[in-house]
């Protein structure tokens, strides 16, 4: 902030295993959440610090599964993820001061297409497509042959919650 105006960088610095060439893969189906000071972008296979302290951005490790499409919340100081494309009903927790992922919980739901946002120690995923339903009466947005995934539109005014301190 400088004169009473802000002045964003648009640069983001490419470090030794990254470069503009795979810039688009680095990002793609990305979230962005922020502990403290720290704004972390969590994408399908990497994860990326940005300090706004130091103006630095450094590589963090990526998470267990590869998702695209997820649910993504702060909660005390550490990151949750769910849902997506994985194939999982897995829950992962991120701990900065380690740089570790691990699996808390599963999910009651597959969900894709998720929100993620959190309030007072819980992570909520909200909405999102039904993954692995095989229900006739719903429409099959993604055929079989994608994957072998099947989704269908469903949980759009449902939602999930892990409460962090009680597990």
């Known amino acids: ?11 983001v610095p490419c470090y030794d295993a990254h470069s503009l060439d795979n810039f688009h893969s680095l990002l793609a189906h990305a979230r ?4 403290g000071p720290r704004i972390y972008l969590v994408g399908r296979n990497n994860t990326l610090l940005y300090d706004t302290w130091t103006a630095t951005v450094s590589t963090r490790a990526s998470m ?3 998702r695209k499409k997820f649910a993504l919340a702060a909660v005390g100081g550490k990151i949750y993820v769910s849902g997506g494309s994985s194939g999982t009903s897995a829950v992962e927790e991120y701990d900065p001061e380690t740089d570790t992922w691990s699996v808390v919980c599963n999910a ?6 998720c929100l993620g946002t959190s309030f007072q120690g819980v992570f909520y995923v909200i909405g999102g497509l039904r993954i692995g339903a095989t229900e006739q009466n719903l429409p099959n ?11 269908h539109a469903a949980y ?3 939602m999930d919650l892990f409460d962090v301190e009680a597990r």
């Open 108 to 113: 009651p739901r597959k969900r894709y297409g």
């Open 32 to 35: 962005a959440c922020s502990v």
């Open 141 to 151: 947005l993604f055929p079989r042959a994608s994957r072998g995934v099947e989704a």
């Open 64 to 66: 267990i599964f590869p």
């Open 156 to 158: 759009a005014s449902s």
């Open 1 to 11: 902030l400088l004169d009473g105006a802000w002045h964003p960088s648009l640069f």
